[in-house]
């Protein structure tokens, strides 16, 4: 996000409002309008028709079952408290989706998966789950402070590999409670000692080491963008 506007030169100087906004534009690209978009997901209508015509389009009826149902999810889940929302989000997608390697899947060493494209073939590794729950907390009317994307090194027997899990933080100060398709429960950091945190992300931002970087997350991760746009072309946001 931009922190300062002093960070970015109008090209115009003259003290109109016009020549202001035109200089800014001109240096804003995409990523940032991108971010800013996820920014307003929490509130802004899923366009229904456009998901349920690709998904159809692309993975037919078993995918647009499953699309459906996650609909009927976000539809019971509209009242109810955030611990409700929670575990529904993390149970339907821990049932619904079987892990597999993208190599499987999509034929890349590192491929995150839009909510859809992972509804539509029931399965996603461990970046796909979280993306896929981030989402639909957004749409359930979280704020985006409240959750984070965190890479960590899961240890599994006697080694160690990277994972990624979702973070809710029900406030600043919180711990958090971790969403994972490893361990089914939702239990708060201090009980998982089998992960290790990296370094977490969202729409607001990216922390290394507790401490948030001013770095746009979109610019430092690739792939984040990229699935970001997907999401937007296909009609989440």
Known sequence: MINNPNDIQPTQRNGTRR????????????????????????????????????????????????????????????????????????????????????????????YWATPLQTMGVRGGDCEDFSIAKYMSLLELGFEPDKLRLIYVKARLGNQAQAHMVLGYFANASAEPLILDNLNPAILPARSRSDLTPVFSFNSQGLWLGGSKSQSDPTARLSRWRDVLQRMRDEGFL
């Open 19 to 110: 020549g202001l906004v035109v200089g800014w534009l001109r240096r804003l690209d995409l990523q940032i309008g991108i971010l800013l978009l996820v920014l307003g997901a929490s509130v802004t209508a899923l366009q229904s028709d456009k998901l349920l015509q690709h998904m159809q389009s692309e993975y037919g009826d078993d995918g647009s079952a499953l699309l459906q149902a996650w609909f009927r999810l976000l539809s019971e889940q509209t009242d109810q408290t955030e611990l409700n929302k929670l575990t529904a989000v993390n149970d339907f997608f821990n049932r619904s989706i079987t892990f597999s390697d993208d190599t499987l899947l999509w034929r890349s060493k590192d």
